[in-house]
Every structure is written in structure tokens, then in C-alpha cells.
């Protein structure tokens, strides 16, 4: 019995998590658009370190890091059964959609938005999904959890 209820918790916090679109605390309303995402981004010359943490094993499980550096460049790290690095460029609309090439990534990851404040810094998805999404390799554990977090560093 207590191990179907745990089982149940567990499917119930996965499918729950995976589709949710849920507020942020302290998220402002508007992301930024193309002026105020390069500004933000030019503001770290040294890089600016966002992380994906399920909370659970730091640099484990569903863990991702994005350093978005200088030129447009760009470094994803996958944390999971294997690290898994990919680099690449990134570009900014004039919507303010960030992109991502990533050389040898296989799936495509997705379009993102910064939103920003003065203390803090957050990388959304466009379609606002919050929680675990299958936007990872097949590298296991490449579920990141949604949205990213700014490290105030460059790495996670």
C-alpha cells in the first residue's frame, strides 16, 4: 500500500510539473525586448551563468547550465548520467525570442525570453511552461526544469 501511494506522489508531482504554467515569484511581467536583452547580457562581460536545478543533486539528475558570453556566444551543459557540453551562438529578436545553435545538439531547444530586474534574472520558456520538459538529449536526466535561474556567475 505505501509504496503505490508513493508511486502515486511521484507520477502525480512528475505530470503535474511537466505541464504547469505557474508565476514565478518576483518574475516581472514583461520580458525584455532586443535593446534590453543585449544590454542585460553586455552588462556580464565575463559571462552570465543561468542554471536549471530540480533541487535535488547539484550538477546531477535534470540539471542544465546556459553561459551566454561576449560575440554571441553560447555553452550548454547537460548534467546527467554523462555531462554533456555543447557550444554554439545565440541570437536575439527584436521581439526579444532568444535562440540557441548548438553545434552537435540533436533536439531543438526552444525559444526563450529574459525577464530581468534590478536583483534578479530568469530565462522562460515562449510557451511559459514551467517544471520538467523533454528538451534534453538523450543523455539521461536531460529533462531540464524550468525556467532558469540567473548564477550571477559564469557557470552554474
Known sequence: MMRVLIISLCLSFWMGASVAVAAVPGL?????????????????????????RDGHIPDGCSDVAIVFTQGGKVEMTEFGAAIVSFKG????????????????????????????????????????????MGDGDLNFGGTPFWPFKWRRKTGV
Open 28 to 52: 516581472p511581467k514583461q520580458w525584455l525586448d532586443k535593446a534590453g536583452a543585449t544590454q542585460w547580457l553586455a552588462a556580464h562581460p565575463d559571462g552570465a551563468g543561468f542554471g536549471s
Open 89 to 132: 551562438t545565440y541570437e536575439i529578436s527584436d521581439a526579444g525570442e532568444i535562440t540557441l545553435n548548438l553545434e552537435g545538439k540533436t533536439s531543438k531547444w526552444p525559444v526563450m525570453h529574459l525577464f530581468a530586474t534590478t536583483r534578479d534574472a530568469w530565462l522562460m520558456r515562449k510557451d511559459r511552461k514551467t517544471g520538467f
